[in-house]
Nanobody, 125 residues
């Protein structure tokens, strides 16, 4: 069983930045594909970004390309999401996700194995 714990959410003004982190339990973190999702009030959960096991391949939703950066530190079992130029549309609960499957398979199928509890991000205009 893998446990994912997110942190770093909060309230920020439009145009500002936040950095989210997700710490994973388990010894095999370096083999997981990791991802970030978000769910705004009244909306379905949507994909934000993903990163393969080594950090060499990343994927982004069109809405966050150029503003968000996903990264990972396998030595610390941590995946991060640097969010810049935030706007009100970025307000949501952000969730960390993990999968044992290859990144290409996960991105195509969107079948993730583990989820965190989420961290709230609120952007004020």
């Amino acid at each position: 069983q893998v446990q994912l714990v997110e942190s770093g959410g909060g309230l920020v003004q439009a145009g500002g930045s936040l950095r989210l982190s997700c710490v994973a339990s388990g010894r095999t973190f370096s083999s997981y594909t990791m991802g970030w999702f978000r769910q705004a009030p009244g909306k379905v959960r949507e994909f934000v970004a993903a990163i393969n096991w080594s950090g060499s391949i990343t994927y982004y939703a069109e809405s966050v390309k150029g503003r968000f950066t996903i990264s990972r530190d396998n030595a610390k079992n941590t995946v991060s999401l640097q969010m810049n130029s935030l706007n009100s549309d970025d307000t949501a609960v952000y969730y960390c996700a993990a999968s044992f499957k290859d990144a290409v398979v996960v991105i195509t199928s969107q079948l993730w194995d583990y989820w965190g509890q989420g961290t709230q991000v609120a952007v004020s205009s």
